[in-house]
């Protein structure tokens, strides 16, 4: 099964990353663009076939290891 | 509006972001994980109305700046 983590800096946190992309942007001459904010895409191969299960196990990596969830939130996507 | 770009690299390429987590996962006991790809994702509010436009305009920006198209992919996805 695949498992797909979508992680991102919470709403209220700087991203200077995405700062740096939305200025970068603008230099390049595209002006429509209102803001910008980049995260984390982290897409898991799992040998376990039980739907469920996998989404418990993901969320606790998430919550261990693959997030800071101080700053950021998640949101999870698992597939076949 | 607002567009999502996911930025992953292209297979075959190495991720070693990705394999530093696998490790690390491994390391925590989840033994289940068979493969781990880490890329970004890119989430920028557009001032433009037409979808069709915004989803150019962002192809554009993807392709000039957001991604390095010689080892990594990308998806588009435009929402209200």
Chains 1, 2 share one sequence.
Not at 24 to 43: M, P, T
Request: glycine fraction near 6%.
């Amino acid at each position: 099964m695949k498992a797909i983590v979508n992680v991102y800096l919470k709403e209220g946190v700087l991203d200077p990353q995405g700062k740096a992309a939305h200025h970068a942007l603008g230099s390049l001459g595209f002006d429509n663009v209102s803001d910008v904010r980049i995260g984390k895409q982290i897409i898991l191969t799992l040998k376990a076939t039980d739907k469920a299960a996998v989404e418990a196990e993901v969320k606790e990596m998430t919550e261990t290891l693959l997030a800071n969830t101080v700053i950021e939130d998640y949101s999870i996507e698992i597939s076949e």
